[in-house]
C-alpha cells in the first residue's frame, strides 16, 4: 500500500518568453499578399472610374446644357438626344444604334432603361431633333426630360 507522502518538487523551469517580431518569413508574405491586393483593388477601380468616364462627360454636357438660359428648347432637345446617341455609340453594337431614328430609337432607349419613358414625348422629340422646331405643350416638362436622360445615361448599362 502506498502511503501519502508529501513530494517536494524543485521548482518549474520555463523557458524564455518568445519575442514577437515580423521577421518570420509568413509575415513578409501575408504583406506582400495585403500590399497585392490593395494595388489590384486600386486597379480595378481606376478601371471602372476610366471606363465610365464617357459617362460623367454626358452627364456634364447635359447640365451645361440644362443650365444655358440662351439655348432654344429644340435646341436642348436636339443636343440632349444627340449625347444620348453618342453614349449609346460607345456601349452597344454600333450598326443597330446608328441606324435608329425615330420612333424606333425612343423605344429602344424605353427598352435599355425602365422607366426612361422617352416615348411619351416622341411627338416633342422627333418635332425637335428631325424638324427643328418645337410645338408648345402642356405636358412636356424640361427638367423632367433632362432628369430621365441624366438617368438614362448612368443606367444604361
Not at 7 to 28: C, H, R, Y
Not at 31 to 51: E, M, P, Q, R
Not at 60 to 70: G, P, V
Amino acid at each position: 500500500m502506498l502511503q501519502n507522502k508529501n513530494i517536494q518538487l524543485k521548482p518549474i523551469i520555463e523557458p524564455d518568453p518568445v519575442v514577437f517580431s515580423f521577421d518570420a518569413v509568413g509575415w513578409k508574405v501575408l504583406f506582400s499578399l495585403l500590399l497585392l491586393t490593395i494595388v489590384f483593388i486600386l486597379y480595378k477601380y481606376y478601371l471602372h472610374y476610366k471606363i465610365n468616364q464617357y459617362r460623367r462627360e454626358a452627364i456634364k454636357n447635359i447640365n451645361d446644357l440644362s443650365n444655358d438660359q440662351n439655348i432654344s428648347i429644340y435646341d436642348l432637345i436636339s443636343q440632349v438626344m444627340f449625347q444620348i446617341k453618342q453614349t449609346a455609340l460607345q456601349t452597344y453594337d454600333r450598326k443597330t444604334v446608328a441606324s435608329l431614328e425615330g420612333n424606333d430609337w425612343l423605344q429602344y432607349l424605353d427598352k435599355k432603361v425602365i422607366g426612361s419613358n422617352f416615348i411619351n414625348d416622341q411627338e416633342i422629340i422627333i418635332d425637335a431633333v428631325y424638324k427643328d422646331k418645337y410645338i408648345q405643350t402642356n405636358h412636356f416638362n424640361r427638367d423632367d426630360f433632362i432628369n430621365k436622360s441624366i438617368k438614362w445615361i448612368k443606367e444604361h448599362a
